[in-house]
């Protein structure tokens, strides 16, 4: 990955973090070469303090770290986009985020995407999904038919109530 740093006289970029999970922008801060590569090195997240002039690793105060997952370049090599997962809370104000969002995801099937494959990978004992995995891919399917024809009773009385 090469960043273009001398495109500014101070050699910074923008680093855009965002949840790896929710997907939501957390915080904004800049980096020089010196953070990227501590950035790269330690997988947590590592600024240059344009205020203090000095390198600062989000979460060595609060201990609420970001943690790496994944590194992206625009297309002008001069803007990074971190995808990490949060330790807590960002901001140092005790938001989510530094732009007062909370941290949820606004997808709901996202989120269910999310559930599933949890109970697929760590297998809980007394999960319907896990009992569902564990009978195999034909009650999967049944139960989903069965999902789909609720559904789809609910949208026609939905569509008869409005009419």
């Known amino acids: 990955m090469k960043i273009d740093f001398g495109k500014s006289a101070d050699g910074l970029v923008p680093a855009i973090v965002q949840d790896a999970r929710t997907r939501k922008i957390l915080m904004l801060g800049y980096m020089n070469s010196e953070a990227f590569e501590l950035t790269e090195k330690t997988r947590k997240v590592t600024f240059f303090s344009r205020s203090r002039q000095t ?3 989000k979460g060595e105060t609060s201990r609420n770290f970001l943690d790496v997952e994944e590194i ?36 709901f099937l996202f989120e269910l995407e999310n559930v599933i494959k949890e109970r697929k ?7 319907y ?10 009650k999967i399917a049944q139960k989903m038919l069965s999902g789909v ?4 009773i609910a949208e026609l009385i939905c569509s008869a109530v409005r009419d």
Not at 74 to 98: E, F, Q, R, W, Y
Not at 121 to 127: K, L
Not at 149 to 152: H, N, S, T
């Open 55 to 57: 390198l600062w690793t």
């Open 72 to 107: 992206l370049l625009d297309c002008d090599a001069d803007t990074i986009l971190i995808k990490a997962s949060p330790s807590g809370t960002v901001c140092h104000t005790g938001a989510d985020t530094c732009f007062d969002e909370k941290n949820e995801s606004d997808n």
């Open 149 to 152: 024809r609720y559904l789809r």
């Open 121 to 127: 990978q760590n297998p809980r004992e007394h999960s």
């Open 129 to 138: 999904t896990t009992k569902l995995f564990n009978q195999g891919i034909n």
